[in-house]
Nanobody, 117 residues
Framework: QLQFVESGGGLVQSGGSLRLSCRAQ???????????MAWFRQAPGKQRELVAT???????NYADSVKGRFTITRDNAKKTVYLQMNSLKPEDTAVYYC????????WGQGTQVTVSS
């Protein structure tokens, strides 16, 4: 059973929107509630990069490349973190993953986001 299950990806035109979800299905609720969570992405031929983080008290931070376009939120009751992505660009094309901010848990399978120009 995977640690994280990501969903919501797809093919969208430039300027479009997607909402990604990630359920931390193997994390104990009490652990999840105090964890700083994050979204990462990996584009073809590139290293995985941090996109957005959300702390236990819902303080958020974003990579400069997505600031103002992406919004990270969390629902502790569902052990789920979300990534609302607006004004998508072709350079946002990547496989998106969630993990704890320190990326110290096993990665899920990710969800593919493809933005056409």
């Amino acid at each position: 059973q995977l640690q994280f299950v990501e969903s919501g990806g797809g093919l969208v035109q430039s300027g479009g929107s997607l909402r990604l979800s990630c359920r931390a299905q193997r994390m104990i609720t009490s652990t999840y509630n105090v964890a700083n969570m994050a979204w990462f992405r990996q584009a073809p031929g590139k290293q995985r990069e941090l996109v957005a983080t959300i702390t236990r008290d819902r303080t958020t931070n974003y990579a400069d490349s997505v600031k103002g376009r992406f919004t990270i939120t969390r629902d502790n009751a569902k052990k789920t973190v979300y990534l609302q992505m607006n004004s998508l660009k072709p350079e946002d094309t990547a496989v998106y993953y969630c993990n704890k901010e320190g990326a110290d848990m096993t990665w899920g399978q990710g969800t593919q986001v493809t933005v056409s120009s």
